[in-house]
């Protein structure tokens, strides 16, 4: 059985740090695309971060770029999200997603397969 099991959320003032992690286990996700979504209160679920199966290639929301940095460990089939300068506006429930099908750093969440059950970030002002 596939698990992905999230750690790391939690409350901090704006301006603070986060880092999120993510276990799989169940299989190895080494030569796939992994990846961070969000979903805030009456929201869609969006990608925040993603990775493809190197960690060499990332993709980031224009929200949250130069502030989050997404991560992985093929060694260690995990996947972490670095959160710096957090904003009142990254509240959101925070899912770690993983493909069996793609490789490259994919951006939509119908191309994950597998998810998380979430941690909750918030972020106070």
């Known amino acids: 059985q596939v698990q992905l099991v999230e750690s790391g959320g939690g409350l901090v003032q704006a301006g603070g740090s986060l880092r999120l992690s993510c276990a799989a286990s169940?299989?190895?996700?080494?030569?796939?695309?992994m990846g961070w979504f969000r979903q805030g209160p009456a929201k869609m679920r969006q990608s925040v971060a993603t990775?493809?199966?190197?960690?060499?290639?990332?993709y980031y929301t224009d929200s949250v770029k130069g502030r989050f940095t997404i991560s992985r460990d093929n060694a260690k089939n995990t996947v972490s999200l670095q959160m710096n300068s957090l904003k009142p506006e990254d509240t959101a429930t925070y899912y770690c997603?993983?493909?069996?099908?793609?490789?490259?750093?994919?951006?939509?969440?119908?191309?994950?397969?597998?998810w998380g059950q979430g941690t909750q970030v918030t972020v106070s002002s």
């Open positions: 997603a993983a493909s069996s099908r793609m490789t490259r750093a994919a951006l939509a969440a119908a191309s994950y397969d597998y």
């Open positions: 169940g299989r190895t996700f080494a030569g796939n695309a």
């Open positions: 990775i493809d199966w190197s960690g060499k290639s990332t």
